[in-house]
């Protein structure tokens, strides 16, 4: 069965400290994984999109890796600012077919 | 460029009654679909569009029906609310091809007593 797992579930951070939420999946065949940022109240922004023969990829402060061979994926964030505080949704294709993880849920603290 | 409009943003139904969820988008992009988030799951794909005239079911389709008559247009109707249909509701689209990003408009929250 196609599942994406996401952990933890919620994390509280401190303002200025740097963070990795992790994305487990078992899907396939494996087209690309993205990781979406949801702020309250509004809809998912994708923050970046990994191929299969992709290691690492960055966006600003956001560091997405994969995995292939163990079928994870983290994406870091660095040096945490009030903003970041948002659900984090890791989201893998799987040729047509688009499979959402339930999210890990960011609060970073003045 | 507005992007992905939905309306509205709340909405209260009684058991029973029908209603139509908007979306609309500027981008022209040819793949529109329609989204459910409960709380503790990922979102779930109710119907989707690859093109003007052209709908399909997703994973959750029961209840909810979709139309596209337009490349800008994709419209979710409720048929009978029934309160397990309380949720978020996101309307998404994109370019063709797997690598495009989905983008969301900003949800509509119903909930149905």
């Known amino acids: 069965k196609n599942q994406v797992e996401q952990s933890p579930q919620s994390l509280i951070i401190l303002e200025g400290k740097n963070c990795t939420l992790q994305?487990?999946?078992?899907?396939?065949?494996?087209?690309?994984l993205r990781w979406y940022k949801q702020d309250t109240g509004r809809g998912p922004v994708s923050l970046t999109i990994?191929?299969?023969?992709?290691n690492t990829k960055s966006n600003g402060r956001y560091t997405a890796t994969l995995d292939a061979d163990t079928k994870q994926s983290s994406l870091h964030i660095t040096a945490s600012q009030l903003s970041d505080s948002a659900s984090y949704i890791c989201?893998?294709?799987?040729?047509?077919?688009?499979?959402f993880g339930a999210g890990t849920r960011l609060f970073v603290k003045a | 460029n507005a992007g992905v409009t939905q309306t509205p943003k709340f909405q209260v139904l009684k058991t029973g009654q029908s209603m139509t969820l908007q979306c609309a988008q500027d981008?022209?992009?040819?793949?529109m679909s329609w989204y459910r988030q409960d709380p503790g799951m990922g979102l779930r794909l109710i119907h989707y569009?690859?093109?003007?005239?052209?709908?399909d079911q997703g994973e959750v389709p029961n209840g909810y029906n979709v139309s596209r008559s337009t490349t800008e247009d994709f419209p979710l109707r409720l048929l009978s609310a029934a309160p397990s249909q309380t949720s978020v509701y996101f309307c998404?689209?994109?370019?063709?091809?797997?690598?495009?990003?989905?983008?969301f408009g900003n949800g509509t929250r119903l909930t149905v007593t």
């Open positions: 998404a689209s994109s370019r063709r091809g797997e690598d495009s990003p989905l983008h």
């Open positions: 981008m022209n992009h040819e793949y």
């Open positions: 569009s690859v093109g003007a005239g052209i709908t």
């Open positions: 994305c487990n999946y078992t899907v396939s065949p494996f087209s690309n």
């Open positions: 990994m191929t299969f023969s992709e």
């Open positions: 989201v893998v294709s799987a040729g047509f077919k688009t499979i």
